[in-house]
């Protein structure tokens, strides 16, 4: 119903910026949310940043100021901006949305894009 396309990931020098985005298709008027989730080796999953259908924001502890996630004029591509990479940012980044169904909800994913930060 939702289906999620990234693009924009890659390798960067720690203290660089990339930037994430994220195109949606489908259904793409009943989505509520979207956000970016990411996955380090041997790490949790983490939720990265949120943007809701007002335009609200939320972002993890160790992103805030660095990160910074938007929408376009028609709400169907989100970006994440990141600035001041860190080699502890290197995950793979999974754009995500959120829609109703039914009484519950349903998650959807992208693909993954990999950011790789050296130092």
């Known amino acids: 119903q939702v289906q999620l396309v990234e693009s924009g990931g890659g390798l960067v020098q720690a203290g660089g910026s990339l930037r994430l985005s994220c195109a949606a298709s489908?259904?793409?008027?009943?989505?509520?949310?979207m956000g970016w989730d990411r996955q380090a080796p041997g790490k949790q999953r983490e939720l990265v940043a949120v943007i809701n259908r007002d335009g609200i924001t939320n972002y993890v502890d160790s992103v805030k100021g660095r990160f910074t996630i938007s929408r376009d004029s028609s709400k169907n591509t989100v970006h994440l901006q990141m600035n001041n990479l860190k080699p502890e940012d290197t995950a793979v980044y999974y754009c995500?949305?959120?829609?109703?169904?039914?009484?519950?909800?349903?998650?959807?994913w992208g693909q993954g894009s990999q950011v790789t930060v050296s130092s």
């Open positions: 489908g259904s793409t008027f009943s989505i509520n949310i």
């Open positions: 995500s949305a959120r829609a109703p169904s039914g009484l519950k909800y349903v998650d959807y």
